[in-house]
């Protein structure tokens, strides 16, 4: 498997209401860091490692995402778009884009959250393990805010909820993964349902493999007032390890001539 040959699908259909007030409306991945959408960094990060086809799980106020990026060729990319007719979680808006998708072995990322992945890397050391699913785990000093991982000789044991009096340090899903086609054609076409809920648990009562990929360095998720402002401060201070800086900005839609 190579990094050409590879395609990445964001999700990127949330609804985003815990920061309401910073989206005016948009969708979250639009959020804006320095002078570009949240998303458009993603991208940028994305085509730096050469993967060069991606497809948007769109829903929540998709013509704004829409609008803005295209077909991707202003960043030097092809970009697709996954539609749902319904809010379908993350589990649901991955099994809709399936069809768009065209590699063995894909990349998927949350919209909404961003860790420092070599993902070649990461697409080799899935190529030489399981080979079916590969979760991104990132080690954190402070776990209060997230789900966390129990792993045990490089495989996911457990999904753990968010425990707020544990503040321990230790690993959570990075909401980065690599899926062999064959399992995002085993989830139920056109259901809600989410991954870190839904899905994985019930691959592991089942007895199935997920790899873990462990990694430390820079993370983040957005969806919270006070994340989006660390992130910013960052940003600010040239903390936040997005590649691909120095591309064209895409140029804003001019709304009154597209209406």
């Not at 860091?33 to 829903?59: C, K, M, N, Q």
């Not at 080690?139 to 425990?163: A, C």
């Not at 401060?233 to 800086?245: A, E, I, K, N, T």
Request: proline content about 4%.
């Amino acid at each position: 498997m190579t990094l050409s040959s590879s395609e990445a699908v964001v999700l990127v259909g949330g609804l985003g209401t815990r920061l309401a007030g910073e989206l005016c409306g948009l969708p979250k991945p639009m959020v804006e860091i320095g002078d570009r959408p949240f998303l458009e960094h993603v991208l940028l990060h994305l085509r730096e490692f050469g993967i060069s086809t991606v497809t948007l799980a769109v829903s929540y106020r998709r013509e704004a995402i829409e609008e803005r990026f295209g077909d991707g060729k202003a960043l030097g990319i092809s970009i697709k778009y996954s539609r749902e007719a319904q809010p379908l979680g993350t589990a649901g808006a991955l099994r809709n884009a399936l069809p768009i998708v065209r590699s063995e072995e894909i990349l998927v990322l949350n919209g909404d959250s961003f860790a420092d992945v070599d993902y070649g890397e990461l697409l080799r050391f899935h190529g030489t393990h399981g080979q079916k699913l590969t979760v991104a785990a990132v080690y954190v000093s402070d776990r209060r805010d997230f789900g966390r991982l129990l792993i045990s000789d490089g495989r996911v044991l457990s999904f753990l909820e968010k425990e707020r009096l544990d503040s321990s340090p230790g690993y959570i899903n990075a909401g980065i993964y690599v899926f062999s086609r064959q399992v995002i054609q085993s989830m139920q076409e056109g259901i809600p349902q989410s991954l870190e809920t839904g899905f994985f648990p019930r691959l592991l009562e089942r007895g199935e493999r997920i790899d873990a990929y462990c990694m430390s360095g820079y993370f983040v998720d957005m969806g919270t007032p006070g994340r989006l402002r660390q992130l910013r401060s960052d940003f600010r201070q040239g903390l936040v390890p997005w590649r691909g800086m120095g591309a064209t900005k895409v140029p804003a839609v001019d709304r009154a001539s597209s209406t």
